[in-house]
């Protein structure tokens, strides 16, 4: 379900195809606006389509149909180097020969700027990502953290209005990683630039995005904030690939007004929403999250739903519980309860009731 196309936009896609071969479609009729100032992040799989649409708009890959725009201009055959766009990648991509300052004058230098200007710029860039003392080092006297700073300066030193990342936080450390992605939403947010940012990482588009769009199989499967498309997954694919995610098969029986009823297929029935299932008889894989589900009788919601389940696994892990349990013939059911004093410690064997909100519990596709 791709975005309709909004008028004023900073960033278009217009029904944009992509193949290599002349037959088989990469990218599929992509619709795609970005507001000015908007931090997006295309998230999915490898070869879902993600990166050759970030290598469509910097110039890098000629999209085969289709109009892509920056800003109201159609830039299909305008070259990278004079579309305007900084571009940030996971290898880095700094001179190992130049010093970081040179790594940032160099594209200045491209532009034929003046050179009291190039060190003015250059020294500005420095500071936004708090690199200023270290201009006269070359990459090789840098930390892995400090090299992905640098390249981002370096995206960010001509000013550039939008910056591409293609992975940039995918040779680094967790700890580091983490860090970064605060980091690079931080400068985003202070200097109001557009930001279209590909990663197969959903924490980092989570903890990133004003927007995520979900690509597989060369199409947007859903577009929303992080916040939606968490509690909200539009499809089956969307709710597995995004977050740790329960799923019981069924058919459905009945759909009235908002709810619809499923019979698992261990003979159980439960209630559901129904978002991407139209008419009784038909499959539906219904999706719960874990940190939804309730095991403390006296924690249960009114109007909960209830199921027995026989506890698998009981994992202590800090903050929270994580257990494993069979619930209507699956292993796999998995609930995380925060850690605390009335909370109950299961055992393997035990025997339990668990209980969640209908309206946590969702209907959707069976593929």
């Not at 605390?340 to 009731?353: C, H, M, S, T, Y």
Request: glycine fraction near 8%.
């Amino acid at each position: 379900m791709a975005d309709t196309l909004t008028s004023g936009a900073f960033v278009e896609f217009e029904r944009v195809q992509k193949s290599y071969d002349g037959e088989t479609l990469v990218v599929k009729d992509l619709n795609l606006s970005l507001p000015k100032g908007e931090f997006l992040t295309m998230l999915g799989p490898s070869g879902s389509g993600k990166t050759t649409c970030l290598m469509m708009l910097a110039g890098f890959e000629t999209a085969t149909h289709g109009d892509i725009r920056l800003d109201g201009v159609s830039i299909n055959n305008i070259p990278p180097h004079k579309r305007g766009i900084g571009m940030v990648f996971q290898n880095y991509a700094l001179f190992p020969h130049m010093t970081v300052a040179e790594n940032l004058s160099f594209p200045l230098e491209v532009r034929k700027m003046g050179k009291a200007e190039r060190e003015q710029k250059v020294q500005r860039a420095l500071d936004m990502v708090q690199m200023g003392a270290f201009g006269g080092r070359r990459p090789s006297q840098l930390s892995g953290g400090q090299q992905q700073r640098i390249a981002l300066a370096r995206a960010l030193v001509f000013e550039a209005e939008l910056v591409l990342m293609d992975e940039p936080l995918g040779a680094l450390d967790k700890q580091l990683r983490e860090h970064m992605q605060f980091e690079i939403k931080r400068i985003a947010d202070n200097l109001g630039i557009t930001v279209v940012y590909v990663t197969h990482d959903q924490t980092e588009a989570l903890t990133m995005s004003d927007r995520v769009a979900v690509f597989n199989d060369g199409r947007i499967q859903q577009l929303a904030p992080p916040d939606e498309l968490y509690e909200a997954p539009q499809n089956s694919f969307v709710a597995q690939f995004i977050g740790e995610n329960n799923t019981l098969e069924g058919v459905v029986k009945e759909i009235k007004g908002g709810t619809c009823i499923v019979q698992l297929d261990g003979g159980e029935v439960i209630d559901a929403k129904p978002v991407n299932v139209t008419q009784p008889g038909e499959r539906t894989r219904v999706s719960i999250r874990p940190e939804r589900v309730e095991y403390n009788k006296n924690r249960l919601q009114e109007g909960a739903h209830t199921l027995k389940a026989e506890v698998l696994e009981f994992i202590y892990m800090g903050d929270i519980f994580r257990t494993r349990l069979r619930v209507a013939g699956n292993d796999e059911f998995i609930i995380k309860t925060r850690n605390a004093p009335d909370v109950e410690r299961l055992k393997p064997g035990q025997q339990i009731e668990i209980g969640w909100l209908p309206e946590d519990c969702r209907a959707l596709d069976a593929n």
